[in-house]
Protein backbone atom coordinates (compact mmCIF):
# COMPACT_ATOMS: atom_id res chain seq x y z
CA UNK A 1 0.00 0.00 0.00
CA UNK A 2 1.02 3.50 -0.91
CA UNK A 3 0.15 6.49 0.54
CA UNK A 4 0.65 9.93 -0.80
CA UNK A 5 0.27 13.46 0.91
CA UNK A 6 0.61 16.68 -1.07
CA UNK A 7 0.84 20.48 0.44
CA UNK A 8 1.89 23.81 -0.86
CA UNK A 9 -1.09 24.46 -2.93
CA UNK A 10 -2.79 28.37 -2.73
CA UNK A 11 -3.76 31.40 -4.73
CA UNK A 12 -1.32 33.39 -6.11
CA UNK A 13 -0.61 35.84 -8.36
CA UNK A 14 0.41 35.69 -12.28
CA UNK A 15 3.99 35.98 -12.47
CA UNK A 16 4.30 34.37 -8.63
CA UNK A 17 5.75 31.01 -7.17
CA UNK A 18 4.46 28.31 -5.37
CA UNK A 19 6.45 24.83 -4.19
CA UNK A 20 4.43 21.84 -3.75
CA UNK A 21 5.19 18.97 -1.69
CA UNK A 22 4.79 15.44 -1.84
CA UNK A 23 5.41 12.83 0.78
CA UNK A 24 5.11 9.27 0.14
CA UNK A 25 4.85 6.16 2.69
CA UNK A 26 4.07 2.57 2.06
CA UNK A 27 5.85 0.16 -0.39
CA UNK A 28 8.00 3.07 -1.88
CA UNK A 29 10.32 1.33 -4.59
CA UNK A 30 13.37 3.85 -5.15
CA UNK A 31 14.23 2.80 -8.95
CA UNK A 32 9.93 3.96 -9.52
CA UNK A 33 8.84 6.96 -11.16
CA UNK A 34 7.03 9.70 -8.91
CA UNK A 35 5.41 12.95 -10.93
CA UNK A 36 3.08 16.04 -10.84
CA UNK A 37 -0.05 16.11 -13.09
CA UNK A 38 -2.68 18.27 -12.99
CA UNK A 39 -6.25 19.05 -13.54
CA UNK A 40 -8.26 22.11 -14.68
CA UNK A 41 -12.47 21.91 -14.43
CA UNK A 42 -13.52 20.23 -18.03
CA UNK A 43 -9.92 18.79 -19.01
CA UNK A 44 -8.49 15.97 -18.71
CA UNK A 45 -5.57 15.25 -16.17
CA UNK A 46 -2.31 15.90 -17.69
CA UNK A 47 1.13 15.37 -16.81
CA UNK A 48 3.02 18.47 -15.71
CA UNK A 49 6.06 16.98 -14.77
CA UNK A 50 7.81 13.65 -13.83
CA UNK A 51 11.11 12.29 -12.57
CA UNK A 52 12.84 8.61 -12.07
CA UNK A 53 15.10 7.88 -9.47
CA UNK A 54 18.21 8.09 -12.07
CA UNK A 55 17.36 12.00 -11.75
CA UNK A 56 16.21 11.90 -15.32
CA UNK A 57 12.94 14.48 -15.96
CA UNK A 58 10.29 15.10 -18.09
CA UNK A 59 8.16 18.21 -18.26
CA UNK A 60 5.14 19.27 -20.40
CA UNK A 61 6.10 21.90 -22.74
CA UNK A 62 3.81 23.92 -21.16
CA UNK A 63 5.69 24.53 -18.08
CA UNK A 64 9.57 23.52 -19.41
CA UNK A 65 11.57 26.71 -18.03
CA UNK A 66 9.15 27.46 -15.58
CA UNK A 67 8.86 24.43 -13.16
CA UNK A 68 11.45 21.90 -11.76
CA UNK A 69 10.51 18.80 -10.48
CA UNK A 70 13.49 17.29 -7.73
CA UNK A 71 13.53 14.23 -5.49
CA UNK A 72 14.70 12.97 -2.04
CA UNK A 73 14.86 9.60 -1.90
CA UNK A 74 16.04 9.76 1.96
CA UNK A 75 12.91 11.34 2.81
CA UNK A 76 10.69 9.73 -0.05
CA UNK A 77 9.69 13.23 -1.01
CA UNK A 78 8.61 14.96 -4.59
CA UNK A 79 9.09 18.55 -4.79
CA UNK A 80 7.55 20.94 -7.72
CA UNK A 81 8.61 24.47 -8.13
CA UNK A 82 6.56 26.50 -9.88
CA UNK A 83 7.80 29.79 -10.98
CA UNK A 84 6.60 32.16 -13.51
CA UNK A 85 2.56 31.14 -12.65
CA UNK A 86 0.44 32.20 -15.17
CA UNK A 87 -3.60 31.89 -15.09
CA UNK A 88 -3.91 28.66 -16.97
CA UNK A 89 -1.55 26.69 -14.42
CA UNK A 90 -4.77 26.93 -12.36
CA UNK A 91 -5.72 23.42 -11.74
CA UNK A 92 -5.43 20.66 -9.29
CA UNK A 93 -2.74 19.14 -8.93
CA UNK A 94 -1.96 15.43 -8.20
CA UNK A 95 1.09 13.41 -7.27
CA UNK A 96 1.66 10.05 -8.87
CA UNK A 97 3.66 7.52 -7.65
CA UNK A 98 4.55 4.84 -10.54
CA UNK A 99 6.04 1.22 -9.45
CA UNK A 100 8.31 -0.87 -11.27
CA UNK A 101 5.30 -2.94 -12.40
CA UNK A 102 3.58 -0.03 -14.10
CA UNK A 103 0.82 0.47 -11.05
CA UNK A 104 -0.08 3.82 -10.60
CA UNK A 105 -1.03 6.09 -7.09
CA UNK A 106 -2.26 8.88 -6.70
CA UNK A 107 -2.29 11.97 -3.71
CA UNK A 108 -5.91 13.41 -2.94
CA UNK A 109 -4.57 16.67 -4.98
CA UNK A 110 -3.81 20.69 -3.58
CA UNK A 111 -5.78 23.46 -5.40
CA UNK A 112 -3.34 25.57 -7.39
CA UNK A 113 -5.33 29.15 -8.06
CA UNK A 114 -3.20 31.55 -9.72
CA UNK A 115 -5.51 34.91 -10.44
CA UNK A 116 -5.12 38.71 -9.85
Known amino acids: QVQLVESGGGLVQPGGSLRLSCAAS????????MGWYRQAPGKQRELVAR???????NYADSVKGRFTISRDNAKNTVYLQMNSLKPEDTAVYYC??????????WGQGTQVTVSS
Open 26 to 33: GSIFTIGS
Open 96 to 105: NYRNPWGNDY
Open 51 to 57: IINAGDT
